[in-house]
């Protein structure tokens, strides 16, 4: 049992890092495509001649990022209601993620014998403030008519899950480790170190089921919204209004895609001809209904 | 009357009812003089034969006018067509032009309707259902997930995702990617960048370009009309040629002034290109243009080649293939012509279209200079090279932000820069610039008239906008204050002018509508008689 939780815990770290770079490949690899820009605000295109001046969108671009994902500013913005218990949540597993991260290191580096206990306090901060926003959200979710609208029912499983992953998550550091930090630091550190792999494979049941939670969650990370949101920046769909000049990677790209085969089948569109022939035709095909 | 309870399952029912029927009481509220109910329906029910003939079971109306399919076996071939269609826009190769943003748009929402109340077409409705902006999304989604996804069909009875395809989920969803006028102020609101107005042109693009269903008016005499005659009103290089004469005299007898109208002058700096609606119902807007650029001694052309002198592109709205035709056909007209920049006149989807979604189809020669009349304008007026006189714009005008200038393309400022220089009664109406209110005739509908589609749109899209033309005027709806709608957009000219006529507000309240290079003109001081005519 102990060797299939590590097996598990190791397969989920991997599995994150491997389906993480993949999901990246994927999306950067993804063809050029027609620029559908939104604009929350004055563009290039306010200028006369404007394929003559630069315009750098990055540090605009990065500073809404962190604002929207640091702070969730544009549910800040459009969805109060529905932001107080969505902050709550982010804001708490953002303070949890950390938290993991200090203890990994600080169990290294640190003589875990004489930890004080700040460390408990921000973990159960955390975890209580990922808690209640959990809670709040997930009431929501059921009684709001709107938010009930659509909501795939698997999904309030997995709200539940994740409340269940935090209590595990508090019955493991107060209960196993009765609430104290050099226990905790010095189990950290065994894990970390691989000091005591017998200890690993016979882990005690209130740690090693809060590692199994974590591994399904590591699993479940590279495919969930939060991946999304940050993908949403790298695909020229909002504040990204880079043009097409010429000479540009833009260009070398489009004259690519334009060789590129049109497949469809209306009977407007020639079968087995490219993109650049068919949109370059003298006569094209007509009418509407099937061919 | 209203059906708020209908849910997405309800999409495959049998098609004899509609799902929804719209009764008076339950749109929107407007503001005085506009706030007494009529008794008689908002949209008039499609007659006996109408109803025979084509698919209206979404909500009674019928943008397409689409057939029905005259026995199982042509139902069978639709389906199976619609799937392979469906498969093409999940398939990168397929469908490279959007296949990025398709895929992150559908799998970003995290059904947390915070767009809903950005739609004007669901707020105005009375928030109906259907078009509630993820409601198509999410039919689709579903679909995708049942019926592409590998074990979709198990996958789908677990997690609720249950929706039946057939002819009637089909029809239905066709007719509802033209509840729509892709405004896309719903994905402007995304906290996530779900982008819903992008799904509804996928589905759209998916029956025209998978299955030849699109409305006639955008298609058949609008791309290809456009493609064989070289505009889409169907006017010639010989009819435009007459126009341009045409032009002339209006300049000569409004003005006072002789000026000959450039026409395919080679080398010019600029080729200005207007939507041909302007020629055919406000020549006044072309008029005003080269008033204005004869008075700046600007070296420009208008063009009488076929694609030259006309700037739409309806392809933008529902069709990848026809757009592209039609942008390199009028690219290449101004390449010819040796001009040195394209410049768009009043027409907001051809600023979008060709300036920033052609960006992705040129390349070397035919990657041609493109830019929108605002900011040239905009120099124009604020750095003096027109002498002005706003005391002849006194009078309350208001500014209509199209969708595709503001928030889909970013030109915010030179507008308004314009304005405050020319127009000293100037007021805004709330929400303007990018978050904006479309016209309600946006995406194809201001000239979608099939039907009862017409009444569907003055009702339900165009809604908002009427509501916040009342509202920005009711300190001054006397009759007697003239008041201006500028509406620097063919399009919503177009919608604009049906809203004024058909509740009586020019008639009884005195609201007039025009775009904004007529403002200009009305102001410049060696024109003695005014250019606004605010009778007929």
Redesign the interface.
Known sequence: MGGLILFIFYGSILFFIVACVLRGIRFASAPLHLHWELYNGSSVYELTDWWTKTENTVGKKLSSMMFDILFLKEFYRRNRRLWYPLYGFHAGLYLLILWHAWLFVSAIITNTETASNLGWVWGTFATGLTFLGGVGILLMRMTDPDLRVYYPPIHYLKWIFILLTLIGGAFAVDIHFHSSMPALLKYVRGQVTFADFEHKLHPALAPALHVLFASVWLIYLPFSHVFQLFFRYYHSMRWDGVPNRRGSEVERRVKELLERPVTWSGPHIPVGRRWKEVASEPHPASGTGMK | MGNKGVR?RDMSKGADEPLLTISAADLMPLPRPLDQLGTRPPIPPLSENQRKSYECALDGVSALTLPRPQNKEEED??VK?FL??LR?LLS???N??????LV?SL??C?????C?D?CPIYVSSGKQEIY?P?FRA?VLRRLINKYIRKRGKILSK????DIELNWPTIARLAELAYRCTLC?RC???????S?NG?ITREIRKLF???????P?EL??TGT?QH??VGASTGISSQAFENMVEFMEEEIQEKTGKRIKVPVDREGADILLIHNSGEFMSWIENPVAFAIIFEAASLSWTLSSEIYGYEATNYGTWY????F??I??KQIDVAKKLKVK?MVMGECGHAHKGL??????????DM?F?R??F???LA?LVCNDRLKLDPGKNDFPVTLHDPCNV?????????QRQILRKISPRFREMEPH??ENYCCGGGSGFAIMSSTNFKDWRENVSSRMKLKQMIDVFQDVMDPSIKKYVCAPCSNCKGAIRDLLNDNGLTEKYGIRYGGLVELVVNAMADIEKPFIEWEG
Do not use: Y
């Open positions: 997405l071939k639709l067509r392979d269609g093409k990168q190769n397929d490279w032009t959007f296949w990025q943003p992150q799998g970003s995290v059904r947390c309707q915070t809903n950005a509630r993820t999410e677990l997690t609720g995702d896309r994905a402007q609101s995304c906290p996530l960048g982008d992008l025209s370009q998978e299955m030849g269903i699109a006639k298609h058949d290809v493609l064989k069709d990848d293939v026809q592209a035709r942008a390199l920049k300036i920033v979604i052609a960006d992705r189809i040129l390349a070397d990657n200079p830019e929108s605002l900011p040239l120099e503001v928030r889909l393309m970013g030109i915010v400022e030179p610039g990018v």
